[in-house]
């Protein structure tokens, strides 16, 4: 199993056997230390767009821990979470882990699509053949902040092993392994875990927070909700309107661009709310945001409890305002054949992959769309 990264060298060694030695006892007192639940679980519905957060659960699961909460009712929860392998192992021209004298920082990347599958047994069966939305999660060695680069789905780029396709079928031609190579060909980045969250789960936690505000910039009537207009300015959003807030495409000239800045606009908002005092000092909304969202979400198995509690209890000072989203930068929209691509903006991916090696991304600035 992976260690986590960089959790020995960016805090004080006794938070790590303190953590450690509470996870190990409950593991052992719990009455289900078998991954039996990832199996039940797949009998849920799920349907709808999936997204990101699931770096937040980290944060949640050690808030949990630090509040006193019933810690066997949140570990039961976690342990139902369905794994997948996620792990494209060893190839030729891999990235190594950057290491910087803070230590390690962590990439997970984190898929979904707005495919349907009632009643589907496993949420890799929700996800489909193509990824809709990719979203890498950057959490640099010092773990002082949180940079969230979204990846349209439909860039143009080399798939290894199959020539050049849009990004998003790199799963259809050889599952989550032949994505995270793909990404880590992209970046010059070695992906450490992988997520796939489903979006219904959010529509909850929205609810559970009490709704979330957002700046909405370009205002539009939704296709989701008949007769729904979401104006522009600051709007506070129910589950409900989240999710047709963050689904809409046809309403915008620019379609998945926008969608892409609506989707970072309400995960901002989400963020804000989720990580402030109000939140994490509360025990019983902890346990039901993560009540709320652990049956939409599965994990590559590199993500067991003790690493994402660690990797969580490391980022305990990181706040709303530490968090920057952006997309990769692209230079626009064309054809190849019959397929309409979204065009990379290598010059400023290539200033991208230098401050990503050099664990800076805090002062990268995007170029091009």
Same mark, same amino acid.
Do not use: C
């Given at each position: 199993?992976?260690?986590?990264?960089?959790?020995?060298?960016?805090?004080?060694?006794?938070?790590?056997?303190?953590?450690?030695?509470?996870?190990?006892?409950?593991?052992?007192?719990?009455?289900?230390?078998?991954? +039996?639940?990832?199996?039940?679980?797949?009998?849920?519905?799920?349907?709808?767009?999936?997204?990101?957060?699931?770096?937040?659960?980290?944060?949640?699961?050690?808030?949990?821990?630090?509040?006193?909460?019933?810690?066997?009712?949140?570990?039961? +929860?976690?342990?139902?979470?369905?794994?997948?392998?996620?792990?494209?192992?060893?190839?030729?021209?891999?990235?190594?882990?950057?290491?910087?004298?803070?230590?390690?920082?962590?990439?997970?990347?984190?898929?979904?699509?707005?495919?349907?599958?009632?009643?589907?047994?496993?949420?890799?069966?929700?996800?489909?053949?193509?990824?809709?939305?990719?979203?890498?999660?950057?959490?640099?060695?010092?773990?002082?902040?949180?940079?969230?680069?979204?990846?349209?789905?439909?860039?143009?780029?080399?798939?290894?092993?199959?020539?050049?396709?849009?990004?998003?079928?790199?799963?259809?031609?050889?599952?989550?392994?032949?994505?995270?190579?793909?990404?880590?060909?992209?970046?010059?980045?070695?992906?450490?875990?992988?997520?796939?969250?489903?979006?219904?789960?959010?529509?909850?936690?929205?609810?559970?927070?009490?709704?979330?505000?957002?700046?909405?910039?370009?205002?539009?009537?939704?296709?989701?909700?008949?007769?729904?207009?979401?104006?522009?300015?600051?709007?506070?959003?129910?589950?409900?309107?989240?999710?047709?807030?963050?689904?809409?495409?046809?309403?915008?000239?620019?379609?998945?661009?926008?969608?892409?800045?609506?989707?970072?606009?309400?995960?901002?908002?989400?963020?804000?709310?989720?990580?402030?005092?109000?939140?994490?000092?509360?025990?019983?909304?902890?346990?039901?945001?993560?009540?709320?969202?652990?049956?939409?979400?599965?994990?590559?198995?590199?993500?067991?409890?003790?690493?994402?509690?660690?990797?969580?209890?490391?980022?305990?000072?990181?706040?709303?305002?530490?968090?920057?989203?952006?997309?990769?930068?692209?230079?626009?929209?064309?054809?190849?054949?019959?397929?309409?691509?979204?065009?990379?903006?290598?010059?400023?991916?290539?200033?991208?992959?230098?401050?990503?090696?050099?664990?800076?991304?805090?002062?990268?600035?995007?170029?091009?769309?």
């Amino acid at each position: 199993m992976e260690q986590t990264p960089g959790q020995a060298s960016s805090r004080p060694q006794s938070d790590d056997d303190a953590l450690s030695d509470l996870f190990e006892h409950d593991a052992a007192s719990s009455s289900d230390g078998t991954r +039996r639940g990832a199996r039940e679980s797949g009998k849920r519905k799920r349907r709808g767009p999936k997204i990101l957060l699931w770096t937040l659960v980290g944060i949640l699961v050690a808030a949990v821990a630090g509040a006193g909460i019933v810690w066997w009712n949140v570990q039961s +929860r976690i342990d139902a979470i369905e794994t997948f392998e996620g792990d494209p192992g060893e190839y030729e021209g891999r990235p190594e882990q950057v290491v910087t004298a803070a230590g390690e920082p962590v990439n997970i990347l984190l898929l979904g699509s707005d495919s349907r599958a009632p009643g589907s047994p496993s949420i890799m069966t929700d996800l489909g053949s193509r990824s809709d939305t990719m979203m890498l999660v950057h959490v640099p060695a010092d773990r002082s902040d949180v940079q969230i680069m979204s990846i349209m789905r439909d860039s143009w780029l080399a798939i290894p092993g199959h020539g050049e396709a849009k990004i998003n079928a790199a799963l259809s031609f050889g599952g989550v392994p032949l994505v995270v190579q793909t990404v880590e060909g992209l970046l010059g980045q070695r992906i450490n875990h992988v997520a796939v969250v489903d979006f219904d789960g959010f529509a909850g936690i929205t609810d559970a927070l009490g709704g979330v505000t957002i700046n909405n910039d370009v205002a539009f009537n939704s296709s989701h909700m008949k007769g729904k207009t979401f104006e522009a300015g600051p709007i506070t959003l129910t589950g409900e309107e989240a999710l047709a807030f963050v689904r809409e495409r046809y309403a915008f000239t620019d379609g998945d661009y926008q969608r892409v800045r609506n989707q970072q606009a309400w995960l901002k908002a989400v963020l804000d709310k989720m990580l402030s005092a109000e939140t994490l000092t509360d025990p019983g909304k902890v346990n039901n945001i993560i009540t709320q969202f652990t049956p939409y979400v599965g994990v590559s198995d590199s993500l067991d409890l003790t690493t994402m509690a660690n990797l969580g209890f490391s980022m305990r000072d990181i706040r709303g305002s530490n968090v920057r989203s952006f997309t990769l930068p692209t230079n626009g929209t064309g054809m190849v054949g019959d397929q309409s691509v979204v065009f990379l903006d290598t010059v400023s991916i290539a200033d991208l992959k230098q401050h990503l090696a050099a664990d800076t991304v805090s002062e990268y600035q995007p170029t091009g769309r």
